[in-house]
């Protein structure tokens, strides 16, 4: 159901909005990646679409943390889902809502870096 009303926004998603999708930052994805955490419904295609936003971003970088340079690689611990690395990456936001007009990406690795950092 998530995935059907994620693809529906996508489509009713105008272009201007759609340009955000590789530049978006941390107060773009706050709110729908809090909802994503929660596994609340969606209330419009905007943020149904930065639920998806949110939850491919962290689905994706925690796939390839260990690929990153030493400054920002991290280490997942076994076990670890898209909706718990989600709530760190919120947490991160939380606790630093002076950067929230920064790279939504950056600052999601940063907060995975910080959270899982690899041991040597």
Request: with cysteine; charged share 20%; glycine share 6%.
């Amino acid at each position: 159901m998530r995935l059907a009303l994620a693809i529906a926004a996508v489509l009713t998603v105008s272009g201007p909005q759609m340009a955000l999708a590789s530049g978006e930052t941390g107060n773009d994805v706050l709110e729908s990646c809090r909802i994503f955490a929660t596994e609340k419904a969606a209330t419009s295609p905007r943020e149904a679409y930065f639920m998806g936003v949110c939850s491919g971003r962290t689905g994706a970088l925690i796939s390839v943390g260990l690929l990153l340079d030493s400054t920002r690689r991290f280490c997942l611990p076994v076990g670890v889902t898209d909706r718990q690395s989600t709530k760190v990456f919120i947490s991160f936001l939380d606790a630093h809502p002076q950067r929230l007009h920064e790279l939504a990406t950056s600052l999601a690795v940063e907060a995975f870096h910080a959270a899982w950092p690899c041991k040597p």
